[in-house]
T-cell receptor, first 113, second 115 residues
Framework: KNQVEQSPQSLIILEGKNCTLQCNYTVSPFSNLRWYKQDTGRGPVSLTIMTFSENTKSNGRYTATLDADTKQSSLHITASQLSDSASYICVVSATGGGNKLTFGTGTQLKVEL | GAGVSQSPRYKVAKRGQDVALRCDPISGHVSLFWYQQALGQGPEFLTYFQNEAQLDKSGLPSDRFFAERPEGSVSTLKIQRTQQEDSAVYLC?????????????FGDGTRLSIL
């Protein structure tokens, strides 16, 4: 069964600090990996999409990395802001899956003053 | 509107009642997806449409769940004889094309509570 695991489950950091979230997956055959941000009570919003050949992609203060050999990804957030408080979900798509996504359970990030 | 719109935002029903959840995708988007998100969990795939054709319904948990998209735009997810375990947020997403790398744009969901 395709699975996506994320760590840590939750994280509290001070405003202005950096943090890194981890994702391991067993989805096969791999097509692409996405990171989404989900605010409480809202739908997920796409941050990055990476295919097999890409090992890093940035979107503002968010930088995602992908190691397709070890099936690991990370999301690095720099200079955190209070508005970064949200759930960050790692999502993987399999080739031939018709864009059907497998979601992790997310890392709940809280940024405090 | 510019985004995916879902209605109602909240729905409370008694066990055994039927419910219908609506999704208005972004205009012109070919693909439409329904997901179920339990509290504290990531969304789980329910079903997928390409235009009006339902190409994958492997995630529907039982035959009480039914989805349609008759004209290839608006979609309705219907749950018959609701049970307490159906309580969740139901998310709809749409994408412009049908490729595997297409970004999916999500609505804010319908929070369903079964009493």
């Amino acid at each position: 069964k395709n699975q996506v695991e994320q760590s840590p489950q939750s994280l509290i950091i001070l405003e202005g600090k950096n943090c890194t979230l981890q994702c391991n997956y067993t989805v096969s055959p791999f097509s692409n990996l996405r990171w989404y941000k989900q605010d409480t009570g809202r739908g997920p919003v796409s941050l990055t999409i990476m295919t097999f050949s890409e090992n890093t992609k940035s979107n503002g203060r968010y930088t995602a990395t992908l190691d397709a050999d070890t099936k690991q990804s990370s999301l690095h957030i720099t200079a955190s802001q209070l508005s970064d408080s949200a759930s960050y979900i790692c999502v993987v798509s399999a080739t031939g899956g018709g864009n059907k996504l497998t979601f992790g359970t997310g890392t709940q990030l809280k940024v405090e003053l | 509107g510019a985004g995916v719109s879902q209605s109602p935002r909240y729905k409370v029903a008694k066990r055994g009642q039927d419910v219908a959840l609506r999704c208005d995708p972004i205009s012109g988007h070919v693909s439409l997806f329904w997901y179920q998100q339990a509290l504290g969990q990531g969304p789980e795939f329910l079903t997928y449409f390409q235009n009006e054709a339902q190409l994958d319904k492997s995630g529907l948990p039982s035959d009480r769940f039914f989805a349609e998209r008759p004209e290839g735009s608006v979609s309705t997810l219907k749950i018959q004889r609701t049970q307490q375990e159906d309580s969740a947020v139901y998310l709809c997403a749409s994408s412009l094309g049908q490729g595997e790398h297409q970004p999916q744009h999500f609505g804010d969901g319908t929070r369903l509570s079964i009493l």
